[in-house]
C-alpha cells in the first residue's frame, strides 16, 4: 500500500468517525429532549397554567426530530461542526432543565374550588402553609368544600405562609321559602322541592288510601312562609293494600337518613334506625343495611319486613392541649374533626410569635362537629411607634388593644396637639401590663379679663391683648350703645389661648 492509499484509508476513517460523533450528539440531543418533554408532561398534567410550558417542550422535542433527520443527510464538514455544537447545546439546555425540576422543584397553589378543606390543608401541612378558614353559607357548594381563595392558582408556594380559603357551610337554614299546597303532588316532585330549597325538618309519612294513587300527597300541614329549619309534615299515599308488591332492596348506603327513610315509607318497608360512631362519613349518613342489595322483601310479611339501617354519628370531641400546639396543627385537628376554626392575632411581649395565647375551649373540653374553635395567636412583642398626631396613636393603639391615659397641659413652647411627653420612647418594648401615658399641648394660656362695662372698642382692645377671641351680640336693655352688660365667661378663669368669648352688647 502506497502513501496516497494510505492517506486516503486514513481521510476515509477520519470521516467516519466524524460521521459517528455528528450521530452521536444528534441521538443525544433528541434522547435528552424528549425526556424532557416527558418529564414536564408527568409532573405538569395537573396544574392548570402548566399548559403553556407542556405545549413549548413539545414544540421543543418536534424541532429536534426535524434537527436529527435534517443532521443525518447533512455531508458538508462545516455543516456538520455546526450541527454537533446545535446539537452539544440543545442536549444541555434539556438535561439542565431536567436536573433544575429534580433538585430545586417549584411548586405552585392548586385551584382548591370545590375541593374539601381536608384535602386542602392535608396539602398546607406538607409544604408547611397555614390554611386560614372563613366559613360561608351557600346553597350550590356543599358542606365543607371551599368557595374561593385569596391566593390565585398557579402561585409559586415559596415563601408562602398563609392562604385564606373561604368554606361553605352549607345553606343558610334562616331564610324563609314560600311553602305552597303540595296536596296531590307526586312523591318525586315533593322530594325535588325539598332538596332545591334546603328543608331541613321535613317528615313524610305513608299510609293506604282505596282512592288516592300511590306516591300522591294526601295531606300537609304548614301552607305559608316559613324557614327553612321548621318543620313540616306531610302524608303520602301507598296505595291500595292489596295491590302491595314485593320489593327489590335498593342500596341505601351513602344516603342521608331522610332519603332513606323515605324510600323505606314509599315501599312499605319497616326500617329502624341504629347509629354507630364514624370519623369517615358525615353525621345522618346511611353507614350499612341490614338487608342486602337486590334482596327481595315481602311488605306483608312481618317476620322479613325488618330493615335495620346503619347511620352515622359523631363521637364526642375532647379537646387537646391547643397551647402546646402550632396553628398549622391546630387547623388540621380541627379540620380532620369537621370544626370550624377561627384565628384572631394579639401582640404579647411573653409568648412567641405564632404561639396559642389563649382559645374558648381548654384541655379536655369536649365539642361537637360544626362547633367553632376561637384560636388566639401570639404576634410576638411589640414596641412603641411614632406618631404625629394623637389621633393617630390612638387608632394603632386601639387596634392593637394596648391600654394608654392621655392628659392635656398648657405650654408656650409645644405647639397645641403635639406630644409633650410619653412614658414610653419610640421603639421602646411595651408589655402586657403597661399603661401608656402621654401628655399632650393645649398650646399657651390666658387670663380671661373682666370687660363688663367696657365699650365694644375697649373690649375689642382687651381681648386682643388676653389673646382671646371675643364673639359680640346685643341684647334689649336700658343700658348705653355697644356696652359691655355681660360675658360668657367668668373674669380670671385660665383657658388656653385664642378661646371664644361670648360677649354681650347694650342695643
Not at 440531543?29 to 424532557?36: D, F
Not at 382559645?359 to 410576638?380: A, H, P, W
Not at 360668657?488 to 361670648?502: E, H, I, L, Y
Request: glycine share 4%.
Amino acid at each position: 500500500m502506497n502513501d496516497k492509499q494510505k492517506l486516503e484509508e486514513k481521510e476515509i476513517k477520519k470521516a467516519k468517525a466524524f460521521q459517528i460523533l455528528t450521530y452521536f450528539c444528534l441521538s443525544l440531543s433528541l434522547i435528552s429532549t424528549i425526556t424532557y418533554m416527558i418529564y414536564t408532561i408527568l409532573n405538569s398534567s395537573n396544574i392548570l397554567n402548566q399548559v403553556i410550558s407542556i405545549i413549548s417542550v413539545i414544540v421543543l422535542a418536534i424541532f429536534a426530530v426535524l434537527y436529527v433527520v435534517m443532521g443525518m443527510f447533512a455531508q458538508n464538514k462545516t455543516v456538520k461542526t455546526l450541527l454537533i455544537i446545535g446539537s452539544l447545546l440543545l442536549s444541555f439546555y434539556s438535561i439542565f432543565q431536567i436536573v433544575n425540576a429534580m433538585f430545586f422543584p417549584k411548586d405552585y397553589v392548586l385551584d382548591f374550588t370545590g375541593v374539601d378543606i381536608k384535602e386542602v390543608v392535608a396539602w398546607a401541612e406538607e409544604r408547611e402553609i397555614l390554611i386560614e378558614q372563613e366559613f360561608q353559607n351557600s346553597d350550590t357548594v356543599l358542606e365543607y368544600k371551599v368557595i374561593s381563595q385569596d391566593v390565585k392558582e398557579g402561585t409559586l408556594t415559596k415563601d408562602l405562609d398563609k392562604i385564606k380559603v373561604i368554606v361553605s357551610s352549607g345553606p343558610d337554614t334562616s331564610i324563609s321559602t314560600e311553602v305552597t299546597s303540595m296536596v296531590g303532588w307526586n312523591l318525586d316532585d315533593v322530594i325535588a322541592f325539598v332538596d332545591e330549597n334546603h328543608l331541613t325538618n321535613v317528615t313524610i309519612e305513608f299510609e293506604f288510601s282505596n282512592t288516592v294513587k300511590k306516591d300522591i300527597i294526601i295531606s300537609q300541614d304548614v301552607i305559608q312562609e316559613i324557614k327553612r329549619d321548621d318543620p313540616i309534615k306531610l302524608v303520602s299515599s301507598l296505595g291500595k293494600e292489596d295491590e302491595l308488591k314485593n320489593v327489590t332492596m335498593d342500596n341505601l348506603v351513602g344516603l342521608d337518613t331522610f332519603h332513606a327513610l323515605v324510600y323505606c315509607g314509599r315501599n312499605a318497608l319497616n326500617c329502624s334506625i341504629e347509629y354507630a360512631y364514624s370519623e369517615e362519613k358525615e353525621e345522618g349518613i346511611v353507614l350499612k343495611q341490614s338487608i342486602k342489595e337486590w334482596e327481595v322483601i315481602d311488605p306483608k310479611d312481618e317476620n322479613q319486613n325488618k330493615v335495620i339501617l346503619t347511620v352515622a354519628r359523631k363521637n364526642a370531641i375532647t379537646v387537646p392541649d391547643l397551647s402546646n400546639m402550632t396553628a398549622t396543627e391546630i387547623t388540621t385537628w380541627a379540620t380532620n374533626n369537621r370544626l370550624k376554626i377561627e384565628f384572631t392575632e394579639e401582640y404579647d411581649d411573653s409568648i412567641k410569635a405564632g404561639k396559642v395565647i389563649s382559645s374558648n375551649y381548654i384541655k379536655g373540653n369536649t365539642v361537637e362537629v360544626g362547633d367553632t374553635i376561637q384560636v388566639v395567636l401570639s404576634k410576638g412583642p411589640i414596641h412603641m411607634i411614632p406618631f404625629t398626631t394623637v389621633d393617630e396613636f390612638v387608632q394603632w393603639a386601639d387596634e392593637n388593644k394596648i391600654i394608654y391615659h392621655i392628659d392635656y397641659q398648657y405650654s408656650t413652647s409645644v405647639e397645641k396637639g403635639k406630644l409633650i411627653s410619653s412614658s414610653h420612647k419610640e421603639n421602646q418594648l411595651i408589655k402586657n401590663s403597661d399603661t401608656i401615658k402621654l401628655v399632650i399641648s393645649q398650646g399657651g394660656s390666658t387670663i380671661v379679663p373682666n370687660i363688663v362695662g367696657m365699650t365694644k372698642e375697649e373690649a375689642t382692645n382687651r381681648c386682643n391683648q388676653a389673646n382671646i377671641i371675643c364673639k359680640f351680640i346685643y341684647a334689649d336693655d336700658n343700658t348705653s350703645y355697644n356696652i359691655v352688660t355681660k360675658q360668657s365667661m367668668k373674669s380670671g378663669s385660665n383657658v388656653p389661648v385664642d378661646t371664644t368669648v361670648t360677649v354681650t352688647l347694650g342695643k
